[in-house]
C-alpha cells in the first residue's frame, strides 16, 4: 500500500489506516479477542500500518488488545492513542488536566506493551483546562520520549490554532464522509494552510454507506447507533437514496458502494488518511482495495452533481455528545 505523510509533520503513514474501536466498544456484538487479534495482523499484512485506539474504547481494553496483537511487529507500525476522558469513561466528562495527561500516558504505554505512544490525540477539548496547557504538556511528553506526535479530535479552528502555537499538531481526527462534508467549510483549508494532517473517523458513515444498513436493520441493544439521530429508523429511510446513489455510481466502476466511498476521501488531499473499522475480514479486505481505485476529476465532478442536491436527514451524535465537538 502506498504511504502518506500527515501534512508537514514527517509522520509518514498507510493511506489507509484500522479503526480499532470497533472491535471492542460501540457496536455488537463484538467478535472474540484471538479473532480481533487475528484481524489486526491480518491488517497489517495488508499493507497497514497505521492503528488507531483510546484509552476510553473499554475502557483500556482496545489499548491492550491493540498492544498484544502489534507487539511482535511494534517497530514496523505506527499506534495512534488518545486520553481526555475522567477515568477513560466518556459518561464521566472530559478530564485534560496536565496530571492526568501524565497518568494516562504512563498508562496506556504499559497497555500498548511499547515505550513510546506514536501519536497522542486529546479525544475531545477540555473546556476547562486551557489548550496551551494541553499543548505543553504534550511537548514535555515528546521531550522526554513518551510521544512523538500531538493531536487533536473533533476540535474547532481556534483551538487548532492556539494549540498548534505552541506545539505542533501533526494532526486532527474528525468525522468526515460522503455525507458528512462539514469539515470542508473550514476546517480542511485550515489545516492545509496549518501543514497538518486530516485522519477522518466514520468514513463509511458508521456503516451506512457501505449498503450493509436498511430501514428494516435492528442494532443489538449496546450498540450506539441506537442513540444517533441518523440511524433512526425514519432517517435511515430518508437518507437510503445516498446509498442508492453510490451503488450506482460503484457498478459503472466495478467497485462496491464502500471502495467508492473510501476512494473519493484520498481522493480531497494527499495528506488525508481514513481509518475505516470492521470486525470481518472481507470487510477489511473491501476497503483496503479502495486505495487501488483512483478516482479521475471528471469522477468526482459526476459524484459532487449527484450529491450536491442531498439533504442527509438526522444529526451525527445526540445533542448532549454534539455539545462536546468544534470546541
Known amino acids: 500500500m502506498e504511504t502518506r505523510k500527515l501534512g508537514s509533520s514527517g509522520l509518514e503513514v498507510s493511506a489507509i489506516g484500522f479503526g480499532c474501536m470497533g472491535l471492542s ?4 456484538p463484538q467478535v472474540t479477542k484471538a479473532e480481533s487479534i487475528e484481524l489486526i495482523r491480518k491488517a497489517f499484512e495488508l499493507g497497514v500500518n497505521f492503528f488507531d485506539t483510546a484509552e476510553a474504547y ?5 489499548e491492550e488488545l491493540v498492544g498484544e496483537a502489534l507487539a511482535p511487529i511494534r517497530d514496523q507500525v505506527v499506534i495512534a492513542t488518545k486520553f481526555g476522558f475522567e477515568r477513560g469513561l466518556s459518561d464521566l466528562g472530559m478530564n485534560s488536566k496536565p496530571e492526568n495527561i501524565r497518568a ?3 498508562s496506556a504505554l504499559k497497555r500498548l506493551k511499547t515505550d513510546r505512544i506514536d501519536l497522542f490525540y486529546q479525544h475531545r477539548v477540555d473546556t476547562s483546562v486551557p489548550i496551551d496547557d494541553v499543548a505543553g504538556t504534550i511537548k514535555e511528553l515528546v521531550h ?3 510521544v512523538k506526535f ?3 479530535s473533533e476540535a474547532g479552528i481556534a483551538t487548532i490554532r492556539r494549540a498548534h502555537a505552541v506545539h505542533p499538531v501533526a494532526a486532527i481526527q474528525s468525522e468526515y464522509s460522503l455525507w458528512w462534508r462539514e469539515p470542508e467549510k473550514e476546517l480542511l483549508p485550515t489545516l492545509k494552510e496549518l501543514g497538518i494532517g486530516f485522519v477522518p473517523f466514520s468514513p463509511l458513515g458508521k456503516g451506512f454507506l457501505t449498503g450493509a444498513i436498511s430501514e428494516t436493520t435492528t442494532f443489538d441493544k449496546t450498540d450506539f447507533r441506537n442513540i444517533v439521530p441518523r440511524f433512526s429508523e425514519e432517517n435511515r429511510k430518508a437518507n437510503q437514496i445516498v446509498v442508492d446513489k453510490l451503488a450506482e455510481f460503484a457498478r459503472k466502476k466495478n467497485a462496491t458502494p464502500a471502495q467508492v466511498s473510501l476512494a473519493w476521501i484520498l481522493a480531497q488531499e494527499s495528506w488525508i488518511v481514513p481509518i475505516p473499522g470492521t470486525t470481518k ?3 477489511l479486505e473491501e476497503n483496503l482495495k479502495a486505495e ?3 478516482l479521475t476529476p471528471a469522477d468526482l465532478e459526476e459524484i459532487d452533481r449527484s450529491f450536491s442536491g442531498l439533504e442527509i436527514q438526522g444529526a451525527r451524535y445526540p445533542k448532549h455528545l454534539l455539545e462536546r465537538v468544534g470546541k
Open 25 to 28: 466498544f460501540g457496536y455488537s
Open 58 to 62: 473499554g475502557p483500556f481494553v482496545n
Open 104 to 106: 494516562v500516558a504512563d
Open 144 to 146: 522526554e520520549g513518551k
Open 150 to 152: 500531538f493531536g487533536l
Open 281 to 283: 475480514l472481507h470487510r
Open 292 to 294: 487501488q481505485l483512483k
